[in-house]
Each structure stands twice: as C-alpha cells, then as structure tokens.
C-alpha cells in the first residue's frame, strides 16, 4: 500500500512538473514575441518620422523650385522683349555698324598718317645728331653733349667753353664749336632753335646783371645774336630764353653738379606746322 501510494505521488509530482516546464517555455516564447514586436514597432515609428520629415524637405525644395521656375520663366520673357526688341532695330544696327567701320578706317588711316610724320621726324633727328657729332672733333665733344629727347634735339655747352666766369660774352675758343653747329641749323631749315641759359644758384656779383635771371638771359641772347650775325642763321627760327638757377639736372651740392648746371642748351625743334595741320584733318568724332 505504502509502495502505491508512493509511486502514485510520484507520478502525480512529475505531472505538476511537467506542466510547470510547458508553461514557462511558453511564456518564454511569448515574450520574445512581444520583445519582437515592441522593436518592429519602434523600428515603424522610427521610419515614420524618417518619412514625415523627407516629405516635409521635399515640401520645401518644391516651393523653392517653383520660385525658381517662376524668375526663370520672368527672365525668359524679358530676354524675348529684348530679342523682339532687337529684331525690330536691326535695320538701324546695321547702318550704325557701316557707319562705325567708316570712322574706324578714317581713324586708322589719321593714325598712319600721325605715325609716318613722327617716324620722319625721328629719322631727320637721327640724321642731324649723327652730322653734329661727326662734325666735332674729340675735344669738343667732351664740353659738348648731342642727345634726342622726347623727338627734341638737345645740344648742351659748357658754360667754361662759352664764357669766362661770370660773364656773358662769347669766348673765342668757343666761336669754331658754334660755327660748326650754325652750319647743320641751316642745313634743316624746317626745325625752330631754342637756346636757354641755366645758372647753378650762386649768386652773380655784377654791377650791370641783377641775378642769375638776367645772367642766364644774357646768355642765351648773346649765342643767339652770334648764330644770327655771325652764321647767318635766319633770325625767325632762333629764340633766346633764360632759366636761371631753376632747370638743374645735377646737385648744386657739389663743384662738379654746379659745372653741369651751368649749361647753354641749343633746343633744335620740328616745326609743329605739319603736326598742327593733322590735327586739323583729325576726323570728326
């Protein structure tokens, strides 16, 4: 009886033990599922509002791009006012077109006609500083500088060479030099002469020369009037000026930049008459 009893409670604790294990595999399984569903479900919501703020961005280049479509399509309707209006003037374009060829070649041919008459003039300064300075011999050159500036011949004296100290009376040494010169100025009968006198900023201690103004005026006149009466050159071509102290191209610091100041310079010029003329032909804008 005892053995029965026993065996049945046994059978009946193994039956409770094995309903227990059935129901926690379920519940174990349950709740994986719900584990499963719960991360799907918020995976969903994840995506959801993923997808709700794309629309919302594609909302926003929408209406961008309308606005954009719309300025295109403005910009479109002016560039085919302006092509309308184009079309309608084109005629007129045209004639204004000749009409800009026509000034352009009247232009170009004024500038060809500027540029020939400095390329002669160039040429004919050439030609006349080559003759003065083949004409000088070595010692008169080193007191005598023969340079082309700015299409103007420049022949610059000493004023050792020319006058004695303080003076403005033409020494003999000098009269040869500037009858050598008188000779290429006659030559060139187209070219004006300007002779200017400088002073280096000592003052002249004469009683019958005021300053440094009238030494350099004294100056230039006295090698004016001897190209004149004693060369021959015509009168009308020659001018007389005087710069004084103020034309320096050297220091009055020293000896040596106050010799260079002191200078004669003989200004050989083309006559602006052919010049002048161009400008009047120039063609009307």
Not at 60 to 75: F, G, T
Not at 77 to 105: A, C, F, M, P, R
Not at 123 to 135: E, F, G, H, Y
Not at 147 to 175: C, H, P, Q, T
């Amino acid at each position: 009886m005892k053995k029965k009893n026993y065996l049945l409670l046994t059978l009946l604790l193994g039956g409770m033990s094995l309903s227990s294990c059935v129901s926690t595999k379920k519940f174990t399984a349950l709740q994986s599922e719900y584990d499963a569903l719960k991360q799907t479900y918020d995976d969903t919501r994840i995506q959801l509002a993923e997808c709700n703020s794309n629309v919302r961005n594609l909302n926003d280049r929408l209406q961008v791009e309308n606005e954009r479509n719309a300025a295109l399509r403005s910009d479109y309707n002016k560039l085919q006012g302006s092509l309308d209006k184009s079309l309608l003037q084109n005629t007129q374009g045209n004639v204004n077109i000749s009409k800009l060829v026509d000034e352009i070649n009247a232009s170009n041919k004024y500038i060809k006609q500027l540029v020939d008459a400095k390329s002669k003039s160039d040429s004919l300064n050439i030609a006349l500083t080559n003759k003065l300075t083949r004409s000088l011999d070595r010692n008169e050159l080193m007191e005598v500088d023969i340079k082309v500036l700015k299409g103007v011949v420049y022949i610059s004296l000493a004023d050792n060479m020319l006058y004695k100290s303080g003076s403005y009376e033409i020494n003999d040494r000098a009269k040869q030099t500037l009858s050598k010169i008188a000779k290429i100025i006659k030559d060139y009968r187209d070219y004006d002469v300007l002779v200017e006198g400088n002073t280096d900023p000592v003052p002249i201690n004469r009683a019958n020369i005021r300053n440094n103004w009238d030494l350099s005026c004294l100056r230039a006149s006295s090698v004016v009037q001897a190209l004149q009466n004693d060369y021959g050159v015509d009168p009308s071509r020659l001018t007389a000026a005087g710069r004084g102290e103020y034309n320096p191209i050297a220091t009055n610091d020293t000896e040596v930049g106050k010799q260079r100041n002191r200078r004669t310079q003989i200004i050989i010029t083309p006559k602006l008459d052919q010049f002048m003329d161009l400008i009047d032909k120039a063609p009307n804008e």
